[in-house]
């Protein structure tokens, strides 16, 4: 493997003239699952990474020769604006035919994304795209990039302040190993799968509380309370030193209950050629059990993510 370091914000890549003539015809498959993901920037700021790099991977899939490009997107796309698994080819992004005021500026990144490779998708250019609902980590060792994780951020955060809000919301996971090599192989056998979209969602889900309960399992005391007395009570206490400081205005007016809702939407769109891809490969192992979970968090010990535990009473998590 040859790692040629580049810039997404910038043309080619970041990379000089020769060097992205070389990859152009060299490369035969593009990956791209670069981008700078921010819940709180706008739109304006994550444009130049997020979009003018997909125009970028375009200009290199078609120069020298034809390439596949392969990308990687966010199932949040669909839920606001499902299209029966195929591509979004409108202009409303541009024509604001859809509430994007409701939108995050990542995900609207990733929209403009969409729709600029569904265009050229039009035009000959060979595009599959991937919509991964949580990625968390390694199935088998639980590793993960946990300080750029948003859940697991949000779930540190609850760990320091002793509180949690009580949502009532499954989270569709999926284990960063089985995501990777499903695209993988999805890329290697397209002769398989005729669909180009894939909405990657996991047929089991993982309830909020019992993160909470695999947490406290390891000695903390989580307490569950109202969204909206978490909101107005205990993240007002919160400092910079809180894992959720960077994303409290997600969750501060209404304790989470909107982020909560947008969450549940994931389950309810349409994967059947995922399943079939799944089901193609033999890769349906990807039920995120206790036994995953506790894994999943004593690599987060290991690594010194997880905050020091209050070792004061025990508290019952069964009595919530």
């Not at 890329?187 to 909470?212: A, E, T």
Request: hydrophobic content about 40%.
């Amino acid at each position: 493997v040859t790692i040629v370091v580049g810039d997404l914000a910038k043309s080619l890549l970041g990379l000089d003239q020769a060097t992205f003539d070389l990859l152009s015809e060299e490369v035969d498959y593009i990956y791209h699952c670069g981008a700078y993901v921010h819940h709180i920037y706008n739109y304006e700021t994550l444009r130049n990474s997020n979009v003018l790099s997909t125009l970028e991977i375009l200009k290199l899939a078609i120069s020298k020769k034809n390439k596949q490009i392969h990308y990687v997107s966010t199932l949040s796309t669909t839920v606001n604006y499902p299209n029966d698994n195929g591509f979004v080819v409108e202009d409303f992004f541009y024509e604001a035919k859809l509430p994007l005021e409701g939108l995050s500026g990542y995900v609207q990144t990733k929209l403009a994304s969409e729709i600029l490779l569904a265009k050229a998708y039009q035009r000959g250019v060979q595009v599959f795209i991937y919509r991964p609902s949580w990625i968390v980590g390694s199935k088998d060792t639980g590793v993960c990039s946990m300080e750029n994780n948003h859940l697991f951020l949000l779930l540190k955060g609850c760990m320091q302040v002793g509180y949690a809000p009580k949502l009532k919301v499954n989270l569709n996971m999926f284990p960063v190993d089985f995501v990777s090599e499903l695209i993988v192989r999805i890329s290697l056998n397209g002769d398989k799968i005729k669909q180009r979209v894939f909405n990657m969602v996991n047929p089991y889900d993982v309830s909020w509380s019992s993160l909470f309960k695999c947490i406290n399992s390891f000695g903390y005391k989580v307490k569950m309370v109202s969204a909206l007395n978490w909101g107005q009570k205990h993240l007002e206490k919160i400092d910079k030193d809180n894992a959720i400081y960077p994303l409290v205005s997600l969750y501060h007016a209404d304790g989470g209950v909107n982020w909560a809702v947008s969450q549940s939407g994931f389950s309810n769109i349409g994967n059947d050629n995922t399943k079939t891809a799944m089901k193609i490969f033999d890769l349906n192992d990807v039920k995120i059990d206790d036994t995953t979970l506790r894994c999943y968090f004593e690599q987060l010990r290991q690594d010194d993510f997880m905050p020091s535990i209050d070792m004061g009473d025990a508290f019952d998590y069964e009595k919530l």
